[in-house]
């Protein structure tokens, strides 16, 4: 019998990728997405993406969505305290086990098997320690098609935008950037795969650019104030 798990979804590439992989293993059955959701301006956190669009990507995928509010500028605590009372609801309703699409960040994944760990969730990490260069061009093989909806104005600039996942950007990319964007160099939007039963529709609207006031230390994923990136390119999607 398969354990029953849930996806932590962040709407892009990485995710999608991932449940792909899943449905290959007889270990795991996906039966939820689960995805933190700004409370202030009702987007995908980091990615800016219309929530909306979550709701859109679970209905074609056929799975259940499970939205997580949290507050721009939430602490640390805060964090912790909302995410363990979520995942203790789901365990509550039968799920044993995490999934994330993480693939080389030491210090997130022994952070999130920790606090896994305290709630008795197992995580389980299908992209750990592959080679972003190949899973890249894997990930685009696959049928993933993904639209990119945000960039970090510090290593990208506008033009990377709103712009198509697909070989002409990796090979646009500058040499330092991770082609998976694992340094959160940049996010995307999935609008079909081959585990959607249609592709999703939307219209690209603006492109703006949005910076942030650095945060006062223990606030969330932000341990030193001074150096975390604060300026980023977003494209607004709109659906059809």
Excluded at 10 to 31: C, P
Excluded at 128 to 141: D, F, G, P
Excluded at 188 to 211: A, R
Aim: glycine residues 6%; proline residues 2%; hydrophobic residues 40%.
């Amino acid at each position: 019998m398969k354990a029953k798990a849930f996806l932590n979804w962040s709407s892009g590439k990485d995710a999608a990728y991932t449940l792909q992989l899943l449905n290959t293993l007889e270990e795991y059955k996906v039966e939820a997405l689960v995805t933190t959701v700004n409370s202030e301006n009702n987007r995908v956190s980091m990615h800016g993406l219309r929530a909306e669009f979550l709701e859109l990507q679970a209905e074609a995928l056929g799975l259940k969505l499970k939205t997580i509010a949290l507050h721009g500028q939430v602490s640390m605590e805060s964090y912790n305290k909302t995410m363990q009372d979520a995942v203790s609801a789901l365990k509550t309703s039968g799920f044993t086990h995490s999934v994330f699409g993480d693939i080389f960040l030491e210090d997130l994944k022994s952070y999130r098997e920790a606090q896994l760990q305290d709630v008795g969730i197992f995580a389980v990490f299908p992209l750990w320690k592959k080679s972003t260069t190949q899973l890249s061009k894997e990930i685009i093989a696959s049928g993933v098609k993904a639209i990119v909806v945000c960039v970090n104005a510090n290593v990208l600039d506008k033009s990377f935008c709103g712009r198509e996942y697909n070989e002409q950007f990796l090979e646009d990319l500058p040499k330092e950037v991770d082609p998976c964007g694992e340094n959160g160099e940049f996010h995307t939007f999935v609008y079909d795969s081959p585990l959607f039963k249609n592709s999703i529709k939307f219209t690209l609207g603006d492109i703006v650019n949005k910076t942030y006031k650095p945060v006062s230390k223990g606030s969330n994923c932000h341990k030193d104030n001074t150096t975390w990136d604060t300026s980023f390119w977003y494209a607004d999607l709109l659906p059809n």
